[in-house]
């Protein structure tokens, strides 16, 4: 892998946030014993975007920081979008989520994804969940907000593949 030649202020964040909301769903929504309506899920996730933009993405914005995110808005609509939500009430819904600058999918096979996932997974990591998400990622990727890495090759390969993604864009725009 290519050395960084500049260090950036960053900061590295996650979905659902360790906020109050993302804890709740995280105990109870994800790991519960079955999954909830995906309009209850739906509406969980915006309330704990909004927390967590207002409460750790805005103000790390404000201090000039990089903002890395596992998960935003693109994984609600991919999710709540596979359990037969309409992606416009899931954008609409989620109207105030700030745009990013760069967002990747990095795209894993489902059956790979099946194999690669901890013994303790969420209601809504079995195959055909996956399937579906992944079709939806897909169509985002196509539509151009979201850059594709190939996930199915060897992990220093995808590092190597997202360091290059990130590092053309973060040199293009400075």
Not at 1 to 11: D, F, G, I, T, V
Not at 18 to 41: N, P, Q, V
Not at 80 to 96: P, T, V
């Amino acid at each position: 892998m290519e050395k960084l030649q500049r260090s950036y202020n960053a900061m590295y964040t996650a979905e659902p946030s360790d906020c109050k909301i993302g804890d709740f769903i995280r105990k109870s929504i994800l790991y519960g014993e079955k999954r909830s309506t995906s309009l209850a899920e739906a509406l969980l996730f915006a309330a704990d975007r909004v927390e967590h933009v207002e409460n750790e993405v805005l103000p790390a914005l404000r201090q000039g920081k990089l903002v890395i995110s596992d998960r935003y808005v693109y994984s609600s609509l991919a999710y709540q979008g596979a359990a037969g939500l309409s992606l416009e009430w899931i954008q609409s819904i989620n109207q105030f989520a700030l745009r990013p600058d760069l967002a990747i999918f990095i795209d894993v096979d489902p059956r790979a994804v099946m194999q690669r996932l901890k013994p303790v997974k969420s209601v809504m990591e079995n195959l055909e969940t996956q399937q579906r998400v992944r079709q939806i990622y897909l169509k985002f990727v196509e539509k151009g907000d979201l850059s594709r890495i190939d996930g199915n090759k060897p992990k220093l390969l995808v590092a190597e593949e997202l360091q290059r993604v990130v590092l053309n864009f973060l040199n293009a725009s400075h």
